[in-house]
């Protein structure tokens, strides 16, 4: 599996733009970018994924470089709540048993 | 919210007892994970399934086994548990293994080893 590399920690301000990128210059051609959070006491969720166009959903925005070696994560206002550990992974379709490799991530701290 | 749900949520035990944590489903999914998380190293894989009875190695195996008799049971035990097997461990289930396919996590089980 092709390897993530984040930024250990990042701060924000509330209510102020996020972004957390992360690199991936190993990709391959048919490996989607995945992102994941874990907030403090709680099993990871998913928040975002994918290939080659920039995707938008209500929690976030994922943008993802031309050459697919780099992507970000876009938090629009950060509130609070959005305090946790970041995770970028990539997965692939070639690996059929869907299984998920995590790095480190990036732990997010928000100031009010 | 996923239908997911791990027992024991809280468990202290002593060395060399054996341990079996469970994992329940209510999706219907045919895949699931046994994850371990611990502090400065992030979530590692321990086992997975792809269905019933079939189960395979993830990349921190040893001193665990899993069964899985049936599609919405996954089990993970501790034959002879020890103090570095203390840990939270998550339960995640998976529709498929297409690229697009979510996991979805349990709450965790916190397992201490005295």
């Known amino acids: 599996d092709a390897k993530t590399t984040q930024p250990n920690s990042m701060e924000s301000n509330e209510e102020e733009p996020v972004h957390l990128p992360c690199n991936h210059s190993t990709i391959s051609g048919t490996d989607y970018i995945h992102w994941y959070r874990q907030l403090p006491s709680q099993g990871p969720e998913y928040v975002i994924h994918?290939?080659?166009s920039n995707v938008n959903n209500r929690m976030a925005s994922l943008a993802i470089a031309e050459d697919r070696k780099s992507s970000t994560l876009i938090l629009h206002r950060a509130t609070l709540r959005d305090a946790a550990v970041y995770y970028c992974i990539l997965r692939g379709v070639r690996n059929n048993t869907g299984k998920l490799i995590f790095g480190q991530g990036t732990t997010l701290q928000v100031k009010p | 919210d996923a239908g997911i749900t791990q027992s024991p949520r809280h468990k202290v035990t002593e060395t060399g007892t054996p341990v079996t944590l469970r994992c329940h489903q209510t999706?219907?999914?045919?895949?699931m994970y046994w994850y371990r998380q611990d502090p400065g190293h992030g979530l590692r894989l321990i086992h997975y399934?792809?269905?019933?009875?079939?189960?395979d190695k993830g990349e921190v195996s040893d001193g665990y086994s899993v069964s899985r008799s049936k599609t919405e049971d996954f089990l993970l035990t501790l034959e002879s548990a020890t103090s570095s097997q203390t840990s939270v461990y998550f339960c995640?289930?998976?529709?498929?293994?297409?690229?697009?396919?979510?996991?979805?996590f349990g709450e965790g089980s916190r397992l201490t080893v005295l």
């Open positions: 994918g290939l080659t």
């Open positions: 999706e219907n999914h045919r895949y």
């Open positions: 995640a289930i998976s529709a498929d293994t297409l690229g697009t396919g979510e996991l979805f």
């Open positions: 399934s792809y269905g019933v009875k079939d189960t």
